[in-house]
């Protein structure tokens, strides 16, 4: 029996993408995404040590460092809609990331909270 409950994962990955990742495979599926909904989403972001937005802080930080650009205009669009940051904090984070990222990952990181923010719900 898996020790894992992967059920508690798809409901915290759905949180925390706001359910705009579309659907998940059913399990089996993917041996991948079945191991990160059970370990990652069924333990790690149930942790109440960190917020979800404190979470979602660090991996903005990690993701611009990495130049994961499609991962960040994810996680930017889910902090927005889940009001877990505004436009200005989203400037003020790309502000203050480039000094640590670099410019050209600081630039694209500006082109992507420029998108995200754009397309916001007022």
């Not at 917020?51 to 927005?80: C, K, M, P, T, Y």
Request: aromatic share 10%; with cysteine; hydrophobic share 45%.
């Amino acid at each position: 029996m898996n020790q894992y409950d992967r059920s508690k994962g798809e409901a915290k990955f759905d949180e925390v993408y706001c359910g705009d990742l579309g659907a998940l495979p059913a399990p089996g599926v993917s041996p991948f995404i079945d191991y990160m909904l059970e370990t990652l989403f069924g333990v790690l972001w149930q942790d109440a040590t960190l917020s979800i937005r404190e979470r979602r802080l660090l991996l903005l930080g990690v993701l611009a460092a990495q130049g994961e650009d499609a991962a960040l205009a994810i996680h930017l669009r889910a902090a927005v809609k889940r009001g877990e940051l505004t436009a200005a904090q989203l400037q003020a984070m790309a502000t203050f990331l480039t000094q640590y990222v670099g410019y050209p990952r600081g630039s694209r990181l500006f082109r992507i909270v420029g998108d995200v923010c754009a397309t916001a719900p007022t």
